[in-house]
């Protein structure tokens, strides 16, 4: 097969990916072996790719792919999440343009739409992650509203229900007036806003008086039940039992005492307003309260505010200023800073809602996830995230479960016509159900609740409804075949942000119905922001297309470019820099098949440099890959990576190739070839999990493998062997020789083509003066314990090098090279002896560190020694 000169990613991958689909190597099902699995974090069916995505599903794809050349049996299981509010959002978007209102259509005929609009768009990101060469076992591709994950869902809900820890009942919620549903604590992001902060006068009843109080909120004054004052603030002790106005509606409150009220706040005097404010609401309950809700589901101003209905309620706002400053009820006002609850999804201010919803009790059933992390049963990585899902967990508040959408699993309560409820998976059990309450009721008298569930209350049995949806609302079945081989999962692979969203949640599902844990590991990703900190967002326009970087740089260029550069838990600062390294490792890869695929092979003796090189190449390796195991072990894929790619390009490209290339024109012995090969294997097969194409693509052709329908991916990772660290100790002092040298060649201008010999003092191993002559370009290398006149002379370990340059030697730059080495050695050995000297270090640090230290100061003062001789020795030369 002819090897193209330029590696082209674009035809490469396209067809390797079609390749792989149509032989099925991604397939998995239950056998005799290991099982290792991943269940992909359902993206939203609402979206399309981003640099987020590209991380996590490339760190997903490397461990999928690692364990299958592990020997082990991986499956990665795809799907999306329905994403209630983001979808339902797009699909009413979409009915607008048609000039088609949500409550113009019946919830079957919305329903109808938001499914072609599925249909249409759902699969979009599925499609996109093959661009990335995601290896999941697409047969497998789940949607969280499929029929039976849907069954799963109601099945929980009725599970939980009967256990007695769902309820109904009204609370205070997050409202999200834009997609008019309630929202999770966790769903609301709070932010720092610049507002102000209103003094409003309350006439006194009775007085010729009033109460000032301070507020952020001057729109809601008509929904205050009372003004609260602290009973220990003496400014006040004449209001109590007194009541005030509400102003502009004169509508009398009572003054009661508590100290929940910050005195030192504003005024010290607080308005009470239950229906809109959490710690308002708490205090209604305390004393009895009035709730009076004035705002809508639409952020609108309803009958009961008495005066701007209608109006929204930050126009209301403005004009209620207004109307207070006419009245002369407005004191003054002053700038604040608040913190201010925003929708995750929509990023509308939050609106305190009392509200009817369903909620789940999650004290007690948070517990065994909390123990699970605690004991080290589940870690997280890296492990800071700890104390946060600590905390979370044991500050943990009941689930709104309910959201008032149409898109989504809907509630399985039944109303009777007097209110109550039964909860049941169909209107005929609800109707079996309802006829104990009430003989002669009627099914059609039932009514189904309106509301869905909340759209983590069904992702969060993914890891056991992708497998067996059957087994989720039912721990007593034992589960089919494949949930019993692949549950518990290994890895998940997801962001912090929704460590508690997602994460926790589905520790509590898998306790709850299958008694396990879900997963054993949970790596964290940082977030991806641009150069300058920011984080990527199409309204900043920071954020690059990923499909686009594909096309330009391939997917191996940017799976590299990116893991390169990220550690678990810590942001990206992406730059293309990052990719177009990537791609150039992409070149190197190929550039270096093309050119031992250019050499001629003959049945000729193997020279003494390729032998000790092999013998060199052979350590390097399994030391590396010895490192490359281990940082996989405590998943640092960035630092496996970079491991990888400094074996490829620095010791087999940059050294190993180049010892054993044959001069120009002339062949290269079989055996040498032979080891070359396979170590070019080797590396491929170590490449392969992060650059999956490229190692494809050449393994396939060293094997002539494609016709026989295999695939490197089916191959096993190389195995751990032993190595000789002295061999690879003495070349890293040969790589010292060699970069010595030719900054000597390049500081004197001589001549790379200019044989020059290498006079060695000290305890060097001439096996190794092949590599050294070849490389370097050298005629002799000798050990001596003779003074030469008219050398360069450098250091290496304790060895002392000298090279003869007759005329060519200038001894004042010499002495100055010298000297410089001598002060810096003067200074690390200052150093080192600083912390030989400190008690502390030498009781507190381990025993090989303090011995290690001591090594140094032996070297360090066996330098000084040589280099003050040398010295000693240019200056008498130089007389």
């Known amino acids: 097969m002819e090897i193209t000169a330029k590696y082209n990613p674009v035809e490469v991958e396209d067809r390797l990916y079609a390749y792989w689909m149509e032989n099925g190597f991604f397939n998995s099902d239950p056998d005799e072996r290991e099982p290792y699995t991943i269940v992909i974090p359902p993206p939203n069916v609402t979206g399309i790719l981003h640099m987020g995505h590209m991380l996590n599903n490339t760190i997903q794809d490397v461990l999928v792919r690692r ?73 497998r591709t789940q949607f969280t509203m499929d029929e039976k994950l849907s069954e799963a869902v109601i099945d929980t809900f009725i599970y939980l229900y009967n256990k007695g820890l769902i309820y109904r009942g009204i ?71 007194k009541k005030v106005l509400i102003p502009l509606i004169n509508k009398e409150i009572p003054v009661i005492l508590d100290e929940y009220v910050s005195m030192d706040f504003g005024t010290g005097c607080l308005k009470v307003t239950p229906a809109h404010d959490v710690n308002d609401y708490a205090l209604g309950i305390k004393y009895n309260l009035p709730v009076i809700d004035i705002i809508d589901n639409d952020g609108r101003l309803n009958e009961k505010a008495q005066i ?28 604040y800073k608040s913190s201010i609850g925003f929708s995750e999804r929509t990023d509308t201010v939050i609106e305190p809602k009392l509200s009817m919803q369903w909620f789940l009790k999650m004290e007690e059933i948070s517990k065994p996830a909390l123990n699970y992390v605690l004991s080290g049963e589940i870690k997280l990585i890296p492990d800071k995230f700890k104390n946060t899902y600590k905390y979370w967990m044991e500050h943990v508040r009941d689930w709104c479960i309910s959201r008032q959408l149409w898109w989504g699993q809907r509630i399985p309560a039944w109303y009777l016509p007097d209110g109550s409820f039964v909860v049941a998976k169909t209107a005929d059990e609800a109707f079996t159900l309802a006829k104990k309450k009430y003989a002669d009721i009627k099914i059609s008298e039932l009514r189904q609740d309106e509301d869905v569930v909340d759209t983590w209350f069904s992702s969060w049995l993914w890891p056991i409804s992708v497998f067996d949806p059957s087994a989720c609302g039912h721990p007593e079945i034992k589960g089919n075949a494949d949930l019993n081989y692949y549950y518990p999962t290994n890895d998940l692979v997801t962001a912090p942000e929704i460590l508690f969203f997602w994460v926790a949640r589905m520790i509590i599902a898998g306790h709850e119905f299958r008694g396990k844990a879900p997963f054993s590991n949970v790596y964290l990703t940082g977030i991806v922001r641009d150069k300058s900190g920011r984080k990527m967002s199409k309204s900043l326009g920071n954020s690059p297309d990923p499909l686009k970087l594909i096309e330009q740089y391939g997917a191996d260029g940017v799976r590299t470019g990116m893991l390169l550069c990220s550690s678990a838990g810590n942001d990206i600062l992406y730059d293309n820099s990052q990719v177009e390294q990537g791609r ?125 329908h295999k695939s490197i991916m089916l191959t096993h990772q190389p195995k751990l062997c032993d190595f000789d660290e002295k061999t690879v100790s003495v070349f890293e002092q040969v790589k010292d020789i060699i970069v010595n040298i030719r900054t000597l060649r390049q500081n004197k201008n001589i001549s790379p083509k200019q044989s020059l010999e290498l006079f060695v003092k000290g305890n060097f191993d001439l096996s190794f003066a092949s590599i050294l002559m070849k490389l370097a370009n050298l005629s002799k290398v000798e050990i001596t314990e003779m003074d030469i006149k008219n050398m360069s002379s450098f250091l290496t370990g304790t060895n002392e090098y000298y090279i003869p340059l007759g005329s060519r030697i200038n001894i ?68």
Request: charged letters at 30%.
């Open 308 to 335: 701007l209905t209608g109006e929204d309620r930050f126009d209301a706002r403005k004009k209620i200023v207004e109307m207070l400053d006419d009245a002369g009820l407005l004191v003054k006002t002053e700038d």
């Open 812 to 879: 004042s730059e010499e002495l100055e090279k010298l000297t410089k080495e001598l002060e810096y050695a003067r200074g690390f050995l200052s150093a080192v002896n600083k912390k030989l000297t400190n008690e502390q270090f030498i009781k507190s640090a381990p025993s090989n560190i303090v011995e290690s230290e001591y090594k140094k100061r032996l070297d360090a003062e066996s330098k000084i020694k040589i280099l003050e001789d040398n010295i000693s020795r240019l200056q008498a030369n130089n007389i």
């Open 67 to 139: 364990a299958r050349m592990l020997g082990k049996n991986a499956c990665w299981v795809p799907g999306t999440d329905h994403a209630s509010i983001a979808t339902e959002a797009k699909v009413v978007a979409k009915l607008r343009e048609q000039g088609i209102s949500k409550d113009q259509l019946t919830r079957n005929e919305f329903l109808k739409h938001a499914w072609e609009w599925k249909e249409k768009h759902g699969g979009i990101i599925l499609e996109q992650l093959k661009k990335l060469g995601a290896s999941c076992d697409w047969r």
């Open 584 to 708: 150039n490792f992409c070149n190197k890869i190929w550039n270096a098949f093309r050119l031992v695929k250019s050499w001629n092979i003959e049945q000729i003796p193997q020279p003494d440099y390729a032998t000790k090189a092999i013998a060199w190449f052979n350590s390097q390796f399994n030391r590396t890959l010895k490192e490359i195991y281990d940082n996989f072990d405590k998943y640092r894929i960035s630092e496996a990576l970079m491991d990888a790619y400094k074996l490829f390009w620095d010791d087999f490209c940059a050294y190993y190739l180049e010892i054993i290339k044959p001069a120009y024109g002339s062949p290269i012995d079989k055996s040498t070839y032979t080891e070359t090969l396979k170590f070019f294997e080797n590396l491929l097969k170590i490449l392969h999990p992060f650059m999956p194409f490229i190692t494809e693509e050449i393994w396939l052709i060293l094997n002539n493998a494609q016709k026989e």
């Open 171 to 241: 609370r205070m919620v997050n409202w999200d007036t834009v997609s008019k549903t309630a929202v999770s604590d966790e769903e609301v992001i709070h932010k720092d806003v610049n507002s102000k902060l209103y003094y409003i006068s309350y006439p006194i009843v009775g007085e010729n008086a009033s109460l000032t109080i301070a507020t952020t909120r001057p729109e809601t004054i008509m929904a205050d039940a009372a003004i609260c004052i602290n009973p220990n603030d003496e400014r006040y002790y004449s209001m109590k039992n």
